[in-house]
């Protein structure tokens, strides 16, 4: 089998939009939520945070004619896949447009301002508002499709929409092309945008946190007194490419992915299963052929809602022990939804390449309930490891665990 290496990240995320500004937000514990008051309007909303992304902006060879097809989602996805070939040195090579890049990516929805345009045809009753771009702006592939022309890809197209674990999964089967020989490089990731109606989704469930007054205690994955998960946006873009053709052109890998596993836990729509995530880590683990105590650090999905940190703790502790290093993301940036997956699989990277790993802020006091694990809080934790293990569970029952490996 073909060895993958990933040799390009970059991602837009509410608590910064390069790695030294994340870096430098992850060490001084700082998170990306606000409070919102736009979304006060709503009634019955419960909820008015959210982490948005700051200071997005496209440079000039984006022009009208080439976004008018691209509400935000798909404007971030396409300006980080762009910054990713960058990083990766492939901008301008034939390989791009040849057909042995591909693309996998994804998110819960198209762009909600589109989806609104159409609900609004079927409560008026009239087309007025639609135009010829609603659709694909609306459309759960939207960026894959945005990403795929802007960059004249002719390679095979891997669109997930699998809520949370869009972006992992992406991930996962452009590993699996690369690593069959079906593809040389392929551009994987994931992204979703801030809107009232995706924190909707989560407070229709009672599932978000309401601590409108203190957004920057919230989230509070692990804690006794958390209350819920806060809606974040972003996207994130990883280069997965062939060692061997990476390596041929001087490329330098940022690190090696070395195993994936996704499952469904086909018992409940919204109820966690920890059997089934125990199985997905254990697979990944199979799939990687290494010992899992080789494994130093699990990026946690961590949403901050009870059932979920509960049952990820415990299938968590299940495989490891209670001496694995793990920390949620989450609490800094919310939960972003279909870029959660690739932004958490990259910052992890870069963690490891820089011996730290960041804490989960806002954890005061672990939930009883919760099984034992070495969790990082504080300043983080400087450590230098040869494996991590990113983790991500969806509505529906979808898992995925990922595995990448320093170079």
Not at 12 to 23: D, R, V
Not at 49 to 66: C, D, I, M, N, T
Not at 381 to 387: L, P, R, S
Request: charged letters at 15%.
């Amino acid at each position: 089998m073909t060895r993958v290496v990933v040799t390009g990240f970059a991602a837009f995320t509410p608590i910064g939009n390069n790695w030294q500004a994340i870096e430098a937000n992850l060490k001084a514990g700082i998170n990306g939520v606000d409070y919102i008051p736009e979304w006060s309007k709503y009634a019955g909303l419960s909820t008015c945070l959210g982490a948005a992304v700051k200071q997005f902006e496209l440079p000039e060879h984006y022009s009208r004619k080439r976004t008018r097809s691209m509400g935000s989602v798909s404007k971030m996805s396409t300006r980080a896949s762009e910054l990713a070939l960058e990083q990766a040195g492939l901008i301008g090579e034939s390989c791009l447009t040849d057909g042995s890049t591909g693309v996998a990516f994804g998110s819960s929805s198209g762009t909600p301002q589109a989806i609104a345009e159409f609900g609004r045809m079927l409560f008026n009753e009239t087309t007025q508002g639609l135009n010829s771009t609603s659709y694909i702006r609306m459309m759960s592939h939207t960026a894959l499709v945005n990403i795929s022309v802007f960059f004249n890809l002719k390679g095979r197209a891997y669109t997930t929409s699998s809520a949370c674990t869009s972006g992992s999964q992406a991930i996962g089967f452009a590993y699996e092309a690369i690593k069959n020989g079906d593809q040389t490089i392929m551009i994987a990731g994931g992204s979703d945008e801030l809107s009232a109606s995706q924190a909707a989704v989560f407070d229709t469930l009672y599932a978000t946190s309401t601590q409108n007054d203190q957004p920057k205690k919230t989230p509070r994955p692990f804690d006794r007194d958390r209350d819920g998960l806060v809606i974040g946006e972003g996207a994130a873009t990883l280069i997965l490419e062939n060692r061997d053709h990476a390596l041929a052109r001087g490329a330098k890998p940022l690190a090696e992915i070395v195993g994936f596993s996704t499952n469904t836990d086909g018992v409940h729509i919204t109820q966690p299963s920890k059997q089934t995530m125990s199985i997905v880590m254990d697979n990944a683990i199979k799939t990687a052929a290494i010992d899992k105590q080789d494994i130093g650090y699990v990026s946690a999905h961590g949403t901050a809602t009870a059932q979920g940190d509960v049952a990820e703790t415990q299938a968590t502790a299940d495989i490891f022990g209670s001496n694995i290093l793990i920390s949620a993301l989450k609490s800094y940036t919310g939960h972003t939804l279909g870029a959660c997956g690739a932004m958490e699989a990259g910052i992890g990277i870069q963690m490891m390449n820089s011996n730290w790993f960041h804490p989960t802020i806002n954890l005061e006091n672990i939930d009883p309930e919760c099984a034992e694990l070495d969790y990082i809080i504080g300043n983080g934790k400087q450590a230098e490891i040869e494996y991590f293990m990113s983790n991500n569970f969806a509505f529906g029952g979808i898992n995925t665990s990922l595995i990448f490996k320093r170079v």
